[in-house]
């Protein structure tokens, strides 16, 4: 019994180290997987449209039915998620660059209050609002429950203009990758 906890305690390391993210979903037969990144694209959706809203940082309400025939680029994240933290910039400097294009970034903070949340909001500079996912009883993550999951923490999600998901990337966004799924969906190649 002592030399199995040890072994579980290296185990559970592990899982820590490795990230927030959890595997473990299926995407539909014409689903395209990136080897190795946690991305799955769909060129031809075959989800229902989602639909979601909730309350944000700044005390408004982000309505995704607001940005019908707008690409959207939604990331679930936390304040003290370390993958959060470091793509924090990526997301950034992508919402800024798709600014006037078509393309709204929202983010989906999945613990937080806003006091914990605004904190991290302003030291990263985030250009977007953030639903409190949490004080909406996990109204927006259950609105994906039927769709494509999120899965993980972060997970980005892209939603083509029809409001149909795109494309899922599991932990920490990649810029070259996530860039390039989005304009796959700015493009129209997403419908």
Known sequence: MRRT????LALGAALLLSGCTQQGWTSPSDGRTIDGTG?????HPTSAPVSFSGPTTDGSVFRSSAHKGEV?????????????QTESPTLTT??????GKGVQ?????VRDEAGEAKPFEEKYGV?????????NHGAVELAFAGSIQPN???????IGRDGRVTARMLGQ???SILKALIDSAVSGRDT
Do not use: H, K, R
């Not at 991305?39 to 060129?43: A, S």
């Not at 959207?72 to 959060?84: I, R, S, T």
């Open 173 to 175: 966004a990649d810029p």
């Open 5 to 8: 906890l040890p072994a579980a």
């Open 105 to 109: 970034f929202v983010g989906v903070n």
């Open 72 to 84: 959207l680029v939604v990331n679930f994240w936390y304040a003290g998620c370390g993958p959060c």
């Open 39 to 43: 991305v799955e694209e769909w060129q």
């Open 152 to 158: 993980a923490t972060p997970t980005t999600l892209v």
């Open 94 to 99: 992508l919402a800024e660059q798709y600014t």
């Open 127 to 135: 250009p977007y609002p953030s639903i409190l996912d949490q004080a």
